[in-house]
């Protein structure tokens, strides 16, 4: 017997995702996904990210395969970080962010930051339910990462180039990451950033604020209101 | 190595669609696999392996079909068919565009035969 069906896979993700994403437009936060590599700098990024937002409250959902290392390294910077150990799972899911929300306050939030498990090949196939995909590429990763992963910068909303302090230290060329990205993503901004010299904080800051603004700025002003 | 929650998923839907059709041995499933999903077959087969042990699927064969990706230019309104590294539209030379086509997953067939099926067959032999 042949049952011919049209069933997606995925699909499951997909529609807890949607119901993440109507939580966070209802608490009228701003949900960022941080995906790169393992040891590209997500979490010393959110270290100097959170404070540098001053007022704004901000809370972190870190995945990883193991220990709580990073919710430990950004709890004094977070109104509240909670802590996902995936086991053998290389990307979060949808379901464990929707988990992860009952036990925050995220009415009171203005960002929420998924610093998601190091790794550029899965979580780009992982709705999370946020506004936007960040993507982070070290220099010491080295300049040919966008052509050899080009899926997550296809899909990226804003690129990264961290630790740009060891620019003159390494052989990185700007230039060909710029070439690679273009032919696949030709609008998505490039930011180049040092979290430990504050070089290009102020940029990205200000992507980060715009994109709030325009992600629920309508909605922050009835909240004032 | 997304191909392992893949094939999670994958066997929790036919292991569905098998008890809504009263199938219990599943034989075959056939996957039509958009090439941007950028699944490994041969990675494909051993999650699917993996997963399917101790359940009706166990001696399922996975077929899977490669679709092709389609997009379309966000400001020419064209459609085309991209490389993996190269999304860049033909007439403005931009990669902002929609996918239309090559980034799902999706079932098309599920394969198999109900216990009564073989009991029929036994009376039909005798």
């Known amino acids: ?225 | 190595m997304h191909e392992m929650s893949i094939a999670t998923e994958l066997l929790e839907i036919i292991l569905e669609i098998a008890d809504k059709n009263k199938i219990d041995i599943i034989e075959e499933v056939h996957v039509k696999s958009g090439v941007l999903k950028k699944i490994v077959p041969d990675v494909m087969d051993a999650a699917f392996i993996a997963v399917v042990e101790g359940t009706i699927a166990e001696k399922a064969k996975l077929t899977l079909e490669e679709v092709s990706a389609q997009v379309r230019c966000n400001k020419c309104k064209i459609s085309f068919k991209p490389e993996i590294d190269d999304f860049l539209c033909p007439v403005c030379n931009k990669a902002d565009v929609e996918v239309i086509s090559g980034n799902d997953m999706i079932i098309s067939s599920v394969t198999g035969y109900s216990k009564n099926d073989i009991e029929k067959g036994k009376k039909d032999e005798d």
């Not at chain 1, 395969?65 to 995936?86: G, H, M, N």
Request: glycine share 6%.
């Open chain 1, 1 to 225: 017997m042949k049952i011919n069906v049209i069933k997606r896979v995925l699909k499951a993700n997909d529609i807890v995702a949607q119901e993440n994403r109507e939580k966070f437009k209802s608490a009228g936060l701003l949900a960022v996904n941080i995906i790169s590599s393992p040891g590209s700098g997500k979490t010393t990024l959110l270290e100097k990210t959170i404070p540098a937002l001053g007022e704004k409250k901000s809370i972190v959902i870190v995945g990883d395969l193991e220990t709580t290392r990073d919710a430990k390294r950004l709890e004094p910077y977070a109104y509240q970080v909670t802590q996902i150990q995936t086991g053998m799972s290389c990307h979060l899911y949808a379901n464990q962010i929707s988990e992860s929300l009952n036990d925050l306050d995220i009415e009171k939030t203005d960002f929420l930051f998924i610093e998601n498990v190091g790794n550029i090949v899965c979580p780009g196939e992982f709705d999370l339910g946020e506004n936007a995909k960040v993507v982070l590429l070290s220099v010491p990763e080295g300049d040919d990462k966008v052509a050899k992963y080009p899926t997550i910068f296809r899909v990226a909303d804003v690129v990264l180039i961290t630790k740009i302090d060891l620019l003159g230290v390494l052989t990185f060329d700007l230039d060909r990451v710029k070439n690679d990205l273009a032919k696949l993503n030709s609008n998505v901004p490039i930011i180049k950033i040092s979290s430990l010299k504050s070089d290009g904080m102020d940029k990205w800051m200000d992507w980060l604020k715009e994109k709030h603004n325009s992600s629920i700025g309508e909605q922050a002003k009835f909240v004032t209101e």
